[in-house]
């Protein structure tokens, strides 16, 4: 029996001191259909000629698409998106680590039944210290049909995602989207009717390090506020659970994060935000109690 083809979609950008671990893990991955579609998006480090070696001696596995413009993610994703073949596809970045046996156990999840759309796991972060830690977005994974949870409770971590690619809308990643285009591609892809769930276990490490786009929480509110405004939009069915994450991701998120930089009186406005919208919201009462202290 042929397994059905996995792409692994891999973006960079100037991470010439990650990129080989990055890619030998991929490689390293006990799943025979395999092709690796690695992205980049005009690195000057010398991530590109690390990427030109790899095709020589992979060139059955690996497709480097080595971009001569910067396009920044969203862009560079559907650069690499626009070349995947596979029936399925998971995602990482060029400084992430896949763990053995994640690609089989995600692609065997999706043979049980063709509605299933997006399979997730659990990742664990390291640090430059050497430190590790869950994932703040895979301690608790969702499971269940449509994007209702993955809207109100926010996304999967994408070094856990793979999807079924036929569920991938034309537009790939939504240009609309600096950042996040990866969150809206999630709900995109369940939308009413797909079946997304995970497969147990820790199968991925997320490398977290000064240059990452994503380390501040504050630093890309606007764009997951483009974001709930655009599955509004898209999706009316989903007013409710666009509500609720607005309260949370928009307020009273922000707001926690602040309060542990000792930022008290910009939380104590979030959290006052997030009651108006939320009277019943008992965590950002005990939250605004705390900004008085």
């Known amino acids: 029996m042929t397994l059905p083809k996995v792409s692994v979609h891999i973006i960079t950008y100037n991470q010439r001191d990650f990129i080989r671990e990055a890619v030998d893990s991929a490689l390293a991955q006990d799943y025979s259909n395999l092709e690796l579609v690695i992205a980049d998006d005009a690195s000057t ?161 997320y490398r977290r390090h000064g240059a990452n786009v994503t ?6 509110l606007d764009d997951v506020e483009r974001f709930l405004a655009i599955v509004a939009k898209r999706f009316p069915q989903f007013r409710g659970a666009v509500d609720y994450a607005v309260t949370r991701r928009l307020s009273y998120d922000p707001a926690v994060a602040m309060l542990a930089q000792g930022q008290t009186r910009e939380a104590r406005a979030l959290l006052r935000g997030a009651i108006r919208r939320e009277p019943a919201f008992a965590k950002a009462w005990v939250r605004l109690a705390q900004t008085y202290r």
């Not at 998106?81 to 992430?96: H, K, R, S, V, Y």
């Open 45 to 205: 480090d010398g991530t590109v000629d690390i990427l030109a070696e790899y095709q020589r001696m992979h060139p059955q596995r690996i497709k480097a698409i080595l971009g001569a413009t910067n396009l920044g993610i969203t862009g560079n994703s559907n650069r690499g998106l626009a070349a995947c073949t596979g029936d399925f596809i998971a995602f990482m970045g060029g400084d992430d680590v896949l763990l053995p046996g994640k690609i089989a156990a995600q692609v065997d999840w999706f043979a049980r039944d063709r509605r299933r759309a997006l399979c997730g796991h659990q990742v664990e972060v390291f640090y430059e210290d050497g430190s590790r830690a869950p994932h703040p977005l895979t301690r608790h994974l969702l499971s269940g049909r449509g994007a209702e949870g993955l809207i109100r409770h926010g996304p999967f971590g994408a070094t856990s995602v793979m999807v079924r690619r036929d569920r991938i809308p034309g537009h790939g990643f939504d240009p609309a989207l600096a950042i996040v285009s990866d969150q809206l591609l999630w709900v995109e892809v369940v939308r009413d009717d797909g079946i997304l769930g995970f497969v147990p276990g820790t199968l991925a490490r």
């Open 215 to 220: 380390r501040d929480p504050l630093a890309n």
